[in-house]
T-cell receptor
């Protein structure tokens, strides 16, 4: 079993829909990251969370440390949100991350 | 936030040759840089942790004599794939960790070995 599990693997939505991507992990962590990878391959860091909730524009990320679960929400989705969204966790004080396999999101106009 | 660049963005080389990939931190002094590899439809896998002024720490299963890492300054780390083979074809990404452990990723280098 992977240490970081994401669901769903693939997600297709209509423009304007509310989207939720889930991440569960099985190890103790010091922080959780949500990343966005576009088809060209470049990766952008969206959020880093250690507790609670963060919001940036149409994106909201939450984390429940006790349940070892995090969610990424996208409100009013748009075709430009189409990308692979990756959950990654950091263990302890080390800087390296353990990655989930990603959720491929496709938003149709 | 820190800006990370990689060069080249893509490279095609013949089997048996060596390829050097550079990772630069443009506005942040990074004592530690990370090198990842991503095969198609797979998640990123950490290859090694590059430490300025000392030897890199390699993950289990990564051959340190094949993937040479040099972190000569606080803004530059290089990954050299020696005697490349087609199975080394992959997407190589570097990242740095900021003071508050935020992550900044380079744009990646796509290596194709023919």
């Amino acid at each position: 079993k992977n240490e970081v599990e994401q669901s769903p693997q693939n997600l297709t939505a209509q423009e304007g829909e509310f989207i939720t991507i889930n991440c569960s992990y099985s190890v103790g962590i010091s922080a959780l990251h949500w990343l966005q990878q576009h088809p060209g391959g470049g990766i952008v860091s969206l959020f880093m969370l250690s507790s609670g909730k963060k919001k940036h524009g149409r994106l909201i990320a939450t984390i429940n440390i006790q349940e070892k679960h995090s969610s990424l929400h996208i409100t009013a989705s748009h075709p430009r949100d189409s990308a692979v969204y990756i959950c990654a966790v950091r263990r302890g004080s080390q800087g390296n991350l353990i990655f989930g396999k990603g959720t491929k999101l496709s938003v149709k106009p | 936030g820190a800006v990370v660049s990689q060069h080249p963005s893509w490279v095609i080389c013949k089997s048996g040759t060596s390829v050097k990939i550079e990772c630069r931190s443009l506005d942040f002094q990074a004592t530690t840089m990370f090198w990842y590899r991503q095969f198609p439809k797979q998640s990123l896998m950490l290859m090694a942790t590059s430490n300025e002024g000392s030897k890199a720490t390699y993950e289990q299963g990564v051959e340190k004599d094949k993937f040479l890492i040099n972190h000569a300054s606080l803004t530059l780390s290089t990954l050299t794939v020696t005697s490349a083979h087609p199975e080394d074809s992959s997407f190589y990404i570097c990242s740095i960790s900021g003071r508050a452990h935020e992550q900044y990723f380079g744009p990646g280098t796509r290596l194709t070995v023919t």
